[in-house]
T-cell receptor, first 114, second 113 residues
Framework: GAVVSQHPSRVICKSGTSVKIECRSLDFQATTMFWYRQFPKKSLMLMAT?????????EQGVEKDKFLINHASLTLSTLTVTSAHPEDSSFYIC??????????FGPGTRLTVL | GNSVTQMEGPVTLSEEAFLTINCTYTATGYPSLFWYVQYPGEGLQLLLK?????DKGSNKGFEATYRKETTSFHLEKGSVQVSDSAVYFCALRSNQAGTALIFGKGTTLSVSS
């Protein structure tokens, strides 16, 4: 299947700093990428849908000014957690959609905010 | 809105036991249904899917049948192995092109030898 990578796999930061997470589709072009957040023992919560060259569409309750999403190319989307706080600590997973409308997932990024 | 409910885990089984993980959904129209698996330290992988009523998805000995009358997509395997230990997610996607997957809460399966 298609490969999606995320970087970094783990990040620890101080409260108040910003963290950028990259999501790349390695062997296909993805016009649409999705960002999910996974809480301990809970499901993946869809945060936003990212379309190349346009603004992301955020799900209800997700702060767009806090979670900045950029989809500058057909193989790269970034999620920036601005002014991170301990409650933002979580596992963030991206997913990229192929031209055949299949969805492939990255391995996730563990964010810990101290 | 659309939602997925799956049985709470963890599910603990001995090798070669029969596995059922229940999944029901709420959706308008005719969604596609999926089971994803997340092995320790790895990303989500598609296990199987079904796109219309009465379809049966199967892969690696796992099966699930799309039951519209009961809005269910239960996952089954006749004989589990230790290597099947993972978290299993039931998911749906509406039939609108480009929409995201909506997931259940996940069920942890632990198989011992």
């Amino acid at each position: 299947g298609a490969v999606v990578s995320q970087h970094p796999s783990r990040v620890i930061c101080k409260s108040g700093t910003s963290v950028k997470i990259e999501c790349r589709s390695l062997d296909f072009q993805a016009t649409t990428m999705f960002w999910y957040r996974q809480f301990p023992k809970k499901s993946l919560m869809l945060m936003a849908t990212s379309n190349e060259g346009s603004k992301a569409t955020y799900e209800q309750g997700v702060e767009k000014d806090k979670f900045l999403i950029n989809h500058a190319s057909l193989t790269l989307s970034t999620l920036t957690v601005t002014s991170a706080h301990p409650e933002d600590s979580s596992f963030y997973i991206c997913s990229a959609r192929t031209g055949k409308d299949e969805q492939f997932f990255g391995p996730g990024t563990r964010l810990t905010v101290l | 809105g659309n939602s997925v409910t799956q049985m709470e885990g963890p599910v603990t089984l001995s090798e070669e036991a029969f596995l059922t993980i229940n999944c029901t959904y709420t959706a308008t129209g005719y969604p596609s249904l999926f089971w994803y698996v997340q092995y320790p330290g790895e990303g989500l992988q598609l296990l199987l899917k079904a796109t219309k009523a009465d379809d049966k998805g199967s892969n690696k000995g796992f099966e699930a049948t799309y039951r519209k009358e009961t809005t269910s997509f239960h996952l089954e395997k006749g004989s589990v192995q230790v290597s099947d230990s993972a978290v299993y997610f039931c998911a749906l996607r509406s039939n609108q092109a480009g929409t995201a997957l909506i997931f259940g809460k996940g069920t942890t399966l632990s198989v011992s030898s």
